[in-house]
């Protein structure tokens, strides 16, 4: 927890949060673990281990976006993914991340900037319960 300026309470960072996103043709769902879940909106793939037995079949296939119905190709990367840590699963947002951005690079992902310049979320949606 720490203090911000700005806001009356502490705030706590580096929490590791998992969602699901569903797979194409009712495969199931994947789940993610992530630090960055504001990131989301700008996500262009999910990368798992090439090793991790959990997710062979799930190689070169794609995940659905919920919010915005974009396909996310499951890719694989050795060096980004621990299959150990979280759910062995990585959301790559290459826009907003150093190692997404490489990631994105070798594997000609898409770039979506979610942000404006002065931080404001360029992408108005509402989710409602």
Known sequence: ML???GYANEVQ???LISFAYPLEEGLGEIVVATTRIETMLGDTAI???PEDKRYKHLHG???VHPFNGR???IICDAELVDPTFGT???KITP????NDLEVGKQHNLDFINIFTDDGKNKQQWRCTI
């Open 13 to 15: 960072f580096g929490v």
């Open 61 to 63: 296939r794609y995940a």
């Open 95 to 98: 826009a907003h991340d150093p």
């Open 71 to 73: 396909k996310l190709k």
């Open 3 to 5: 203090k911000v300026p």
């Open 47 to 49: 990368a798992v281990h």
């Open 88 to 90: 062995g699963a990585v």
